[in-house]
């Protein structure tokens, strides 16, 4: 008897572990969608298939890298005040400066009002630069893309670039545009991450007019159109402070049923947008909620 002991307490362990496992697996799917017992849509089933979780926004995993590994251009759009996008922005540079050595990471800021930064820079002395120490006009000058700046300078692997320069005869978009052109011809073989409104990341016309999403489409000389990514933040509810033509505002986003709060359970993903909305951008990054993003406070002196 005392033999086989040994033995049967073996198989009392693996029949546990592989119970352990299907309730795993059972849970894992479960996360996954809201209500298995549903029939999905085509578009929902495209969305369990592509959709990748993200933990967190600042610390991202290698299956994000590995979704945008072969772009070389990656476009990240944003409501203007909020810090999803900005933090995302910072996860993905330092994840491909990780894989790839060193990231470019363009930001809609005119370079004019960024005189004087370095990399030995506080907090406190980069709020003094000009376009931090300004009113908050659109929501870009908060605390969000401050924290942005200043992990940017911090990190070896990050070029910061400055594209909301003006070119005499050209729309801002057309100069972003030129900007981007500019930094790709002179940094090859390094990825352009840009942070801007999510109009100006658009593929088509918006507004009337051409997006930096389709001039860089359109110059095919510089640009592999295959390589190009756009990505918008969608998001179920939350708040922003930006302005919308009447001044600076707290503005509430009241909650919304939609396809990715009713399909998936993540609280935040990336996924390749749906076929039929290719037009405009390529994916979307998806977090439940959207935060404000604070204004700066001037330092006592």
């Keep these: 008897m005392k033999r086989f002991l040994p033995l049967l307490i073996v198989m009392i362990g693996l029949t546990s572990c592989k119970e352990n496992t299907k309730k795993q697996t059972a849970s894992d799917e479960t996360l996954n969608s809201i209500d298995n017992s549903v029939e999905l849509t085509e578009e929902q089933k495209d969305l369990k298939k592509n959709a990748i979780p993200i933990q967190n926004l600042s610390k991202l995993s290698d299956k994000i890298y590995d979704e945008i590994a072969n772009y070389e251009i990656i476009m990240i759009g944003e409501m203007h005040g909020t810090n999803e996008p900005a933090e995302f922005a910072y996860g993905l540079c330092e994840l491909i400066a990780k894989h790839e050595g060193n990231v470019i990471m363009a930001m809609e800021i005119r370079a004019s009002l960024m005189n004087n930064l370095s990399d030995e820079m506080s907090i406190s002395e980069?709020?003094?630069?000009?376009?931090?120490?300004?009113?908050?006009?659109?929501?870009?000058?908060?605390?969000?893309?401050?924290?942005?700046?200043?992990?940017?300078?911090?990190?070896?692997?990050?070029?910061?670039?400055?594209?909301?320069?003006p070119y005499q005869s050209s729309t801002r978009d057309s100069s972003m545009y030129r900007e981007i052109r500019n930094?790709?011809?002179?940094?090859?073989?390094?990825?352009?991450?840009?942070?801007?409104?999510?109009?100006?990341?658009?593929?088509?016309p918006l507004f009337d007019e051409v997006r930096i999403g389709g001039y860089l489409l359109k110059d095919s000389v510089n640009f592999d159109s295959k390589k190009i990514m756009s990505i918008n933040h969608v998001f179920s509810e939350g708040e922003m402070i930006n302005s919308d033509g009447t001044g600076l505002q707290l503005r509430v986003i009241e909650r919304e049923e939609n396809i990715y709060n009713t399909t998936l359970s993540y609280e935040m993903f990336i996924s390749k947008i749906f076929p039929k909305e290719q037009n405009r951008c390529t994916h979307i990054l998806y977090t439940d909620k959207v935060t404000a993003s604070g204004i700066i406070e001037k330092d006592d002196k």
């Design 183 to 204: 930094i790709h011809n002179k940094h090859p073989n390094t990825k352009i991450v840009t942070l801007t409104g999510n109009v100006h990341n658009s593929f088509i």
């Design 126 to 165: 980069l709020k003094e630069l000009d376009f931090f120490s300004g009113k908050n006009f659109d929501g870009r000058n908060g605390m969000a893309w401050l924290d942005l700046v200043y992990k940017g300078i911090k990190n070896d692997g990050i070029i910061l670039k400055f594209i909301d320069n």
